[in-house]
Structure formats: C-alpha cells, structure tokens
C-alpha cells in the first residue's frame, strides 16, 4: 500500500500538468500565452509583495538576534505556567505569528533542548499545526488581492491562535 501512494505521489504532478495541457488543446486555447501572461501577472505580485517580505523577515531576525525572545520567554514565563504553557514556549508562539521559517528555527531548538517526545515538544509540535502566520498572512495576501478593510480579521486570528494554543496544551497532556 505504501508503495501505491509513492507511485501515486510521483506521478500526480505530472498528470495535473498533462491534463492542464491536453484540457487548453481541447479548448482552442493558446496555452503558451495564457502560461506567460499568468507568470507575468506572478512575477508583478512578487515584486509587489518583496518589500513585505523583506521586511518581516529582517524584523524576526532582528528579535532573535537580539535576545529579545529569550527575554519575552523569561518575563511571560511565569504567568503562561499558570495555564500549563512552558514558558520556553513563548517566543516560538510569538514568532509563529509573524514567520513560520524563523519558528521553525525555534522548534528545532526547542527539539535539540527538550526533546521531540517531551511534553515540551509535544506542545511545540501540535502548535505549530494548530495556529497559523497571521502578520504574514495578513500583509502579504491582502497586499496581494488589494484588501483594505480587514474588518475583523486580526481579532479573528489572534482568537484562533488562542485556541491553538489552548488545544497543543490540552492534546500534549493527553498524550503524556
């Protein structure tokens, strides 16, 4: 079975391709201009989008490098215990928030010091699929489709953070 779904894996792309292809032919479509005029369109979005990237890349750096995420960990490490958070946790869900690659960084930290089987690590694994880059998210894909009245997006995501947040520790104490 699993050697199916390898089989099934590697030839998946190319079919969707193929069939892209053969449906353009079918149609009378020119699928060449049409494949060039969507990665001009592409290419404009990412030119667009770059100086957002930049920036929050650099600003995440920044706080790493710094010591500021230590210091965020040690000074709300004590109030997020009282909810059963370590508090060495604080900064990967700070950063999580704004770059999901530079949380990644942190999660393997926190693996190296504590553990993938730890209750830490637990915690750390299921929230990082339990909440999402909302700063990331919010500038780059608005950005993107021209939106400017977020309404109640922010509040809506930092909610569902929460509640990611809240699940890793629940789920976490269930399975230690």
Same mark, same amino acid.
């Given at each position: 079975?699993?050697?199916?779904?390898?089989?099934?894996?590697?030839?998946?792309?190319?079919?969707? $391709?193929?069939?892209?292809?053969?449906?353009?032919?079918?149609?009378?479509?020119?699928?060449?201009?049409?494949?060039?005029?969507?990665?001009?369109?592409?290419?404009?979005?990412?030119?667009?989008?770059?100086?957002?990237?930049?920036?929050?890349?650099?600003?995440?750096?920044?706080?790493?490098?710094?010591?500021?995420?230590?210091?965020?960990?040690?000074?709300?490490?004590?109030?997020?215990?009282?909810?059963?958070?370590?508090?060495?946790? $604080?900064?990967?869900?700070?950063?999580?928030?704004?770059?999901?690659?530079?949380?990644?960084?942190?999660?393997?930290? $926190?693996?190296?010091?504590?553990?993938?089987?730890?209750?830490?690590?637990?915690?750390?694994?299921?929230?990082?699929?339990?909440?999402?880059?909302?700063?990331?998210?919010?500038?780059?894909?608005?950005?993107?489709?021209?939106?400017?009245?977020?309404?109640?997006?922010?509040?809506?995501?930092?909610?569902?953070?929460?509640?990611?947040?809240?699940?890793?520790?629940?789920?976490?104490?269930?399975?230690?």
């Amino acid at each position: 079975m699993a050697q199916a779904l390898t089989n099934l894996s590697n030839i998946i792309i190319p079919v969707i $391709v193929f069939y892209i292809i053969a449906y353009g032919v079918v149609s009378k479509c020119n699928v060449y201009e049409d494949f060039v005029r969507g990665a001009k369109e592409g290419f404009k979005t990412v030119v667009g989008i770059m100086p957002t990237l930049v920036a929050l890349m650099v600003a995440v750096g920044v706080l790493r490098a710094s010591g500021f995420l230590g210091f965020l960990g040690k000074l709300c490490g004590p109030i997020s215990e009282l909810f059963h958070f370590p508090g060495e946790l $604080v900064p990967l869900a700070f950063i999580k928030m704004f770059s999901s690659s530079a949380a990644t960084g942190l999660l393997l930290d $926190v693996f190296k010091n504590h553990g993938t089987d730890s209750y830490i690590g637990l915690i750390a694994s299921i929230m990082m699929s339990c909440t999402e880059t909302i700063f990331y998210t919010m500038s780059v894909y608005f950005l993107a489709a021209k939106v400017t009245k977020t309404r109640y997006t922010l509040k809506g995501a930092l909610l569902s953070t929460v509640v990611g947040i809240i699940a890793s520790v629940v789920l976490a104490g269930i399975i230690t």
